[in-house]
Nanobody, 120 residues
Framework: QVQLVESGGGLVQPGGSLRLSCAAS????????MGWYRQAPGKQRELVAT???????DYADSVKGRFTISRDNAKNTVYLQMNSLKPEDTADYYC??????????????WGQGTQVTVSA
């Protein structure tokens, strides 16, 4: 089985910073694109950022210039550095990964989520 575990969420003041981590483990042949998504109460889940296996990145317009996604392939881990946080960044953050579990099976996996609250 494959597991994705997020960590690093918490309460932070507006303008502050937070770094999220997500480690993949289990039956992994290779990992393609990894990403971060977020969902605020009563709202749809939205894409925050993605990063390919060769570290090409893409960001939602709302976080460009403030958030940075990165990955450590040796550790099967993706990170999200969040700076200049705003109250509207408050949400549950989920990581996902497009994983080849063997030579024939490729699926998208999701973590359990970590809460980020931005408030004075």
């Amino acid at each position: 089985q494959v597991q994705l575990v997020e960590s690093g969420g918490g309460l932070v003041q507006p303008g502050g910073s937070l770094r999220l981590s997500c480690a993949a483990s289990g039956s992994i042949f290779s990992i393609y694109t990894m990403g971060w998504y977020r969902q605020a109460p009563g709202k749809q889940r939205e894409l925050v950022a993605t990063i390919t296996s060769r570290s090409s990145t893409d960001y939602a317009d709302s976080v460009k210039g403030r958030f940075t996604i990165s990955r450590d392939n040796a550790k099967n881990t993706v990170y999200l550095q969040m700076n200049s946080l705003k109250p509207e960044d408050t949400a549950d953050y989920y990581c996902n990964a497009d994983i080849l579990t063997n030579r024939y099976e490729k699926n998208v996996y999701w973590g359990q989520g970590t809460q980020v609250t931005v408030s004075a």
